[in-house]
């Protein structure tokens, strides 16, 4: 069966320091990947998708990037962490056709 | 622009009795929506769905109706349980799936 990793489950980073949330797929290939965010109070905001290794489309301009250096890794990143960056971050996984299976989240805080 | 709304931010509901959740959409091209259930500290796990040819999706204690002409979908959970006690995210999506747009939740309670 599929499972999806992520980790880690809470992170706590000041301001202007580098972040790297990683997600792993395992039971299935060349899944289409997605990192979401969901900030206090609201729904899923999608950031980043991707259907293959090194494809990556952005939905919203922001502070963070993504990457996808194997078929069921997916990195997400940023150089220097804003206030702003606060919040609980998912990722998804899905076979096309099916809906998408999340993992457990990081919940990250900025201080 | 929300393009799936969930107008309803919470909902309470007596164990037994039907919970009902609402979703409004603005985009006519979508053509597929989910329901997630998330408990805290936990990432969403799929629901049930529907396709657009369809009007009304079982499954078990929980079904979801889908009126296009409205663009308004719900779902309904008979009989509620203390368990449902979560956030419900509604979902639309024009391609199967692959990107989909979610609606900001609706917390329901069900009090035993």
């Known amino acids: 069966s599929q499972t999806i990793h992520q980790w880690p489950a809470t992170l706590v980073q000041p301001v202007g320091s580098p972040l790297s949330l990683e997600c792993t797929v395992e039971?299935?290939?060349?899944?289409?990947l997605y990192w979401y965010r969901q900030a206090a109070g609201r729904g899923l905001q999608l950031l980043f998708y991707s259907v293959g290794i090194g494809q990556i489309s952005s939905e919203v301009p922001q502070n963070l990037s993504a990457s996808r250096p194997q078929d069921r890794q997916f990195i997400l990143s940023s150089k220097k962490l804003l206030l702003s960056d606060s919040g609980f971050y998912l990722c998804a996984w899905s076979i096309r056709g099916q809906p998408q299976h999340f993992g457990d989240g990081t919940r990250l805080s900025i201080l | 622009d929300q393009q799936v709304k969930q107008n309803s931010p919470s909902l309470s509901v007596q164990e037994g009795r039907i919970s009902i959740l609402n979703c409004d959409y603005t985009?006519?091209?979508?053509?597929?929506f989910l329901w997630y259930k998330k408990y805290p500290a936990e990432g969403p796990t799929f629901l049930i769905s529907i396709s657009s040819i369809k009007d009304k999706n079982e499954d078990g204690r929980f079904t979801v109706f889908l009126n296009k002409s409205a663009k308004h979908l719900s779902l309904h959970i008979v009989p509620s349980q203390p368990g449902d006690s979560a956030v419900y995210f509604c979902a639309a999506s024009t391609t199967s799936y692959d990107k989909v747009i979610f609606g900001p939740g609706t917390s329901l309670s069900v009090i035993p």
């Open positions: 039971g299935t290939s060349n899944p289409n």
């Open positions: 985009n006519s091209m979508f053509d597929y």
